[in-house]
């Protein structure tokens, strides 16, 4: 992973904010539309470009102009969680009961929200 790319400590302890990151409420945004696929996984489509020039370009190039990000189990049942009232907190205590045998699930789950706020999916009340 690039330096560039590398999840900021800083922000990932919640200390860019003040809060302890555990305290934090995910909300999803409504850039992202989401859906479940026929195996049950959650995909989530977001736009590329918001701005008329990276749509225009889209449209001549014939490619689309939203990104389908396609969520693991993990993953989906995390997105499935974030329901606006539920802090990363009770989520985790959620995944470890759902998924007993992952390891690491905390900086996983650390990680996993840096890089949906990070891509506009999700912000933090």
Not at 57 to 75: A, E, R, S, V
Not at 77 to 106: H, Q, T, Y
Request: aromatic residues 10%.
């Amino acid at each position: 992973m690039s330096e560039r790319n590398r999840p900021s400590r800083e922000r990932l302890k919640g200390r860019a904010t003040g809060k302890n990151l555990l305290d934090m409420v995910p909300t999803r945004t409504t850039d992202a539309q989401w859906y479940a696929d026929d195996g049950g996984l959650t995909r989530v489509r977001r736009k590329k470009f918001h701005g008329r020039i990276g749509r225009f370009f889209c449209k001549l190039l014939g490619k689309p102009d939203y990104l389908t990000i396609k969520l693991d189990l993990i993953g989906s049942a995390v997105w499935g969680l974030c329901d606006d009232k539920r802090d990363i907190r009770s989520i985790l205590c959620s995944l470890e009961m759902e998924f007993p045998n992952e390891k690491e699930l905390g900086e996983r789950l650390k990680v996993f929200f840096f890089h949906l706020e990070k891509g506009g999916m999700v912000h933090f009340a």
